[in-house]
């Protein structure tokens, strides 16, 4: 028996029962007409600093959505489509109506200047996060962090911290399954890329949208969460005090571009937190996170240092728009299968040269994924993208069974076979039926193409049942957040300059 199918005939039901996963979705908010929506976060969603629940991420308009962790797919679906139905329901009671904008590249925006950015009250945490934001801005311009996607957080009883590295360092060599299945952006709106160069070919006159004919996901390649001055980072996932390491020097030394811009403008201003490669951890631009949940001021790589991980978080799942909320549960079952396959296999440790070549492999799969004959790097060869991924998806085959034994019924084994076919005939991958929707039914235009989309998915989500139950209690979840943010506030002895300071040096005096 080998190591896999032994590990995979170990895994017991009440431990398969012990998983949790959780989703974070975001959304810009838009008009019927897709222009980005410039009014603050609507207060009646209670604090974005303070709810457990619903929060902005870069903007005002960037709204995101939180489940808690749960055990089961359809409870999580459950809760993730629960706040789409409060957070619409408020929409659509603003001054002029608006809609989540249900598609991973964004909507039409404004200047770049006057993409609002999130704000977060008059507390120093408050303040910090709205402060980090500009950086973001500064460095990498506003338009970037318009782009939305989906986060899986995801855990299994008994892992140590170890064994969560390795679960990471097979997800980054793998990760380009996920982005040739579902990944959903391979057109996008040319106001996005106006004024930047770009290699993407007009659909049509090119006016509506511009893409590449077999991308799959345009947010995680080049045009996307990329940094030209990250791409020096090498981060090595060997372990957490390998990992911890291979930050600490883009979190401490000042990088020179953001030396010269300087924490605070000759008015006074913050431009930003700190003048290192990395304001934050937060700022790495990782497919995938180990995460521990943080206490109150403190930072998260002291977090996983002090208290090792906890959960892990993928990062590079577009937001489907053909699903009401971004995401289905075939999907979501299917990432459970490939966590697990990536957890249970061998994995040996990363080096420089496998680093670099993750890297290519990404932007491959994500601008090319669907070429006929695409080969990544593997070792010190090359090999198909189709081959590999059916190699792989062959291999999560028993695993799949084994969830089904423990769940009862079929459904892992149901969103394998439809991974598994999407291999064998790219049409039926995400990102294909996207660009046969946007070619065929609109046009060739995205933005009446995810604006349409983005208005079915509203439709969808509000027919649903809601309850005075249901109501009342976000009412209060709302209410209850926006006291605790006034007693934040009211606490702050610091001024946030001295707060700051202190923040920083948590990863400055860290050994």
């Known amino acids: 028996m080998s190591t896999l199918s032994a590990r995979v005939a170990a895994l017991t039901a009440d431990r398969l029962a012990g998983m949790r996963r959780g989703i974070e979705k975001e959304g810009l908010r838009v008009l019927p007409a897709g222009e980005l929506a410039l009014t603050p976060h609507p207060r009646a969603l209670g604090s974005a600093l303070t709810h457990s629940s619903i929060t902005t991420d870069y903007s005002e308009s960037l709204l995101e959505l939180i489940t808690h962790p ?38 039409l925006l404004p200047p770049d200047e006057t993409i609002p950015l999130g704000r977060y009250g008059s507390s120093n945490i408050g303040r910090a996060k709205s402060v980090y934001r500009m950086g973001l801005g500064h460095r990498y311009g506003r338009r970037m962090q318009t782009i939305a996607g989906l ?156 208290r090792g991980v906890e959960y892990i978080e993928v990062r590079l799942m577009d937001i489907n728009p053909l699903a009401p909320v971004g995401i289905t549960a075939q999907a979501m079952r299917m990432i459970d299968i490939f966590l697990l396959h990536c957890l249970l296999s061998e994995s040996p440790p990363d080096t420089p040269e496998e680093i670099a070549d993750l890297k290519r492999n990404q932007h491959l799969a994500a601008e090319r994924g669907r070429e006929p004959g695409l080969r990544l790097a593997r070792g010190h060869g090359d090999v198909l993208l189709t081959d590999w991924a059916a190699e792989i998806l062959d291999a999560c085959a028993p695993i799949a069974e084994r969830l089904d034994a423990a ?5 892992y084994a149901e969103a394998l076979a439809e991974a598994r076919a999407a291999v064998r005939e790219p049409r039926h991958t995400l990102s294909a039926q996207v660009l046969e929707q946007v070619t065929r039914l609109h046009g060739n235009d995205y933005i009446a193409f995810a604006a349409a989309r983005s208005d079915v998915a509203r439709q969808m989500v509000l027919a649903r049942p809601w309850s005075s139950e249901q109501e009342e209690r976000y009412c209060t979840l709302a209410r209850q957040s926006h006291e605790r943010q006034r007693a934040i506030e009211a606490a702050d002895t610091l001024t946030f300059e001295a707060w700051r300071l202190r923040y920083m040096a948590q990863e400055q005096f860290a050994v």
């Open 151 to 306: 986060h899986y957080n995801w855990s299994l009883p008994q892992i140590d911290t170890d064994q969560y590295f390795g679960l990471i360092r097979n997800f980054r060599r793998h990760s380009f399954v996920l982005l040739y299945l579902y990944g959903a952006s391979p057109v996008l709106g040319p106001s996005f890329v106006e004024g930047r160069d770009h290699a993407l070919q007009p659909l049509g006159d090119g006016k509506g949208a511009l893409g590449l004919p077999h991308a799959t996901s345009l947010r995680m390649g080049r045009l996307g969460y990329q940094s030209d001055a990250q791409a020096s980072l090498a981060v090595s996932y060997n372990g957490l005090q390998g990992f911890a390491a291979s930050l600490h020097e883009a979190l401490t030394r000042p990088y020179p571009a953001y030396e010269a811009m300087g924490v605070r403008s000759l008015g006074g201003d913050y431009n930003q937190l700190g003048t290192s490669l990395l304001q934050i951890e937060n700022e790495f631009y990782g497919t995938i996170r180990a995460k521990r949940v943080v206490r109150s001021g403190e930072r998260p790589l002291h977090a996983l240092r002090e």
């Open 407 to 411: 769940y009862g019924g079929s459904a």
């Open 70 to 107: 749960q055990t089961s797919v359809q409870a999580c679906l459950d809760e993730l489509t629960e706040l789409h139905q409060v957070a619409l329901q408020v929409l659509s009671r603003q001054g002029e109506p608006e809609m989540l904008w249900n598609a991973s590249m964004p909507s």
